[in-house]
């Protein structure tokens, strides 16, 4: 477009901007041309003018040049909506949507926007969504608009307000109708009502708004002059800063219990096996790592042969890890730990070489880099309040998967004539081995379901972390403490030690850090192991007693 069509749009942007009467209402065609300008306020007075045509298209374009997809055309200025497909862009009309074939980068050149103008934009286009039919848009309409925080939305929010029927919906307007009100009017009396209206809002951006507010200068002078404003501005931000608080606890909470149901999984199969055998597995976190590697092979099957059935693959993937580690802890019982019985430190040393030499393994076969684990749709998302407070679906479910895996075992232990043999070998072994029962088939099986369990933790944990040949390491040190702590073999206990040290780190973190966190937790066990040597439960048995 030649310059002087150019600086034609933005005259006639101009006004109408600055005047609102739909005889000066600009041509759309122009109003996209003059977002090719060269100044930043020039572009936002243009997308201003072209929100006010209420056009059909007006959303697309502005969207486009959010998004840094609005291009001109360095021959002749024209511009373009542009998406770039390998080499080339792939053009379209931003009048009518049309596909106008491709070209390649040189030829064009993109419309750059800054920060001022990119909230400008976010506010626009959420204003011009506010009347929309769909209560989901003008509820994200309504949160544009309040980051935004643009004054000249404020007559459409009222509009808004008017007619609006949805409570939540409702709500998000008028807590962005009240920020503008305390942001930007000239009326103490209006901006001490939005203050306090704002004060019912549980909310961090709420909170940071007003903590804005009422900052002082470098005199320790208000920036806010008004006395009577800055009152209420500060109740206001004490009152949201206590609400969110309480909220932190709860927020806490939930990822101590997220974290203590995560050592759950990874500490209970080395519950059994510790327990039972009175081996110390340095290969316990190689089990979880199995397990891990176990899901991606069955998701890697899933996505060639089966994509449409991709949320059905942790229902296979988590017996086929059972089933997996299973049988590798079956297989290093019988080819080492076996001949090692009564060596605690020996077993130490062997499975800390059998640790490495199936983390090498792994390296060779699938290589060091992490490996691609997905999210089924029914894992994916979270539950996120108002007040910030987030839970991740993944979590919770890994929550209730951990709750069930040791219902699973409590079942076993007790219920069955495996989980009777193993109890008696545990509380007396020269006892048991009297009565006939095999306790070398008992100790084989008890290490495999241990070891089977492990998988299952890799399971869910590949839903959370990295799937690596270190993702083991990272949960073994903490598996130990969560054994001793809750005591040695006993379920309940290993129940009460993780959710106990997860939620205790979780509270500590917010205040010494994640790594001295750790190491108090590490310095109460060893202190309390000194009052309580066999930990919270401590198994019964003559075996045991001595």
Do not use: C
Request: overall charge positive; hydrophobic content about 50%.
């Amino acid at each position: 477009m030649p310059k002087f069509k150019l600086h034609l749009a933005l005259i006639v942007t101009t006004f109408a901007v600055l005047f609102s009467s739909p005889a000066l209402a600009i041509d759309f065609a122009d109003g996209v041309q003059a977002l090719n300008a060269k100044s930043y306020s020039d572009k936002g007075r243009a997308a201003e003018a072209l929100a006010a045509t209420g056009h059909e298209r007006t959303v697309t374009v502005l969207t486009a040049l959010l998004n840094s997809e609005l291009f001109y055309q360095k021959s002749d200025g024209e511009v373009f909506i542009a998406k770039k497909s390998g080499k080339v862009y792939i053009l379209s009309s931003p009048l009518t949507g049309a596909d106008l074939g491709e070209t390649k980068k040189n030829a064009l050149k993109k419309i750059r926007i800054n920060n001022k103008l990119r909230g400008k934009l976010k506010g626009l286009l959420g204003g011009l969504t506010l009347m929309s039919a769909d209560a989901d848009q003008r509820f994200s309409a309504a949160d544009k608009v309040f980051k935004a925080s643009d004054p000249a939305m404020l007559g459409l929010l009222e509009r808004a307000l008017s007619r609006e029927e949805n409570e939540d919906v409702k709500s998000r307007l008028t807590r962005a109708h009240a920020a503008i009100v305390l942001e930007h009017s000239k009326d103490s009396s209006a901006r001490i009502a939005a203050a306090k209206t704002l004060a019912n809002f549980t909310n961090p951006d709420v909170a940071s708004l007003l903590g804005k507010l009422s900052f002082l200068d470098d005199n320790g002078h208000p920036i806010e002059k008004d006395a009577a404003v800055f009152a209420a501005i500060k109740d206001a931000h004490k009152t949201v800063e206590s609400q969110l608080s309480k909220w932190a606890v709860l927020g806490n909470l939930f990822q101590g219990v997220s974290l203590g149901s995560v050592l759950l999984l990874a500490a209970v199969g080395l519950a059994i096996t510790f327990g039972v055998m009175g081996v110390i597995n340095m290969a316990h976190g190689e089990m979880v790592m199995i397990g891990a590697y176990t899901t991606f092979i069955v998701q890697d099957l899933f996505r060639s042969h089966f994509p449409e059935a991709f949320d059905w693959s942790l229902a296979v993937a988590v017996p086929a890890a059972f089933l997996v580690t299973g049988a590798v802890g079956i297989a290093i019982e019988r080819g080492v730990i076996r001949f090692l019985y009564g060596r605690p430190l020996e077993t130490l040393l062997a499975t800390w070489g059998v640790s490495l030499v199936l983390q090498q393994m792994v390296r060779s076969i699938f290589g060091p880099t992490n490996q691609e684990v997905g999210n089924p749709s029914w894992m994916s998302g979270a539950i996120e309040t108002s007040t910030g407070l987030v839970l991740t679906y993944n979590r919770i479910w890994i929550i209730v998967f951990s709750l069930a895996v040791l219902a699973m075992l409590a079942v076993i232990a007790k219920k069955t004539m495996f989980g009777l043999q193993m109890r008696a070998v545990t509380q007396n072994r020269a006892m048991a081995s009297s009565m006939g029962i095999r306790s070398g088939w008992v100790d084989a099986l008890t290490f495999g379901l241990g070891s089977g369990v492990a998988g299952m933790a890799g399971v869910a944990l590949s839903q959370i972390d990295n799937v690596s040949p270190n993702l083991g390491q990272a949960y073994i040190i903490d598996s130990f403490m969560v054994v001793v702590f809750g005591g040695v073999g006993n379920l309940w206990g290993t129940l009460v030690g993780a959710f106990s040290l997860g939620i205790l780190n979780k509270f500590m973190e917010p205040y010494a850090g994640a790594v001295l966190a750790k190491i108090f937790i590490l310095v109460g066990i060893i202190l309390f192991i000194q009052k309580r040597p066999r930990g919270l439960f401590a198994l019964k048995g003559r075996a045991v007693e001595n």
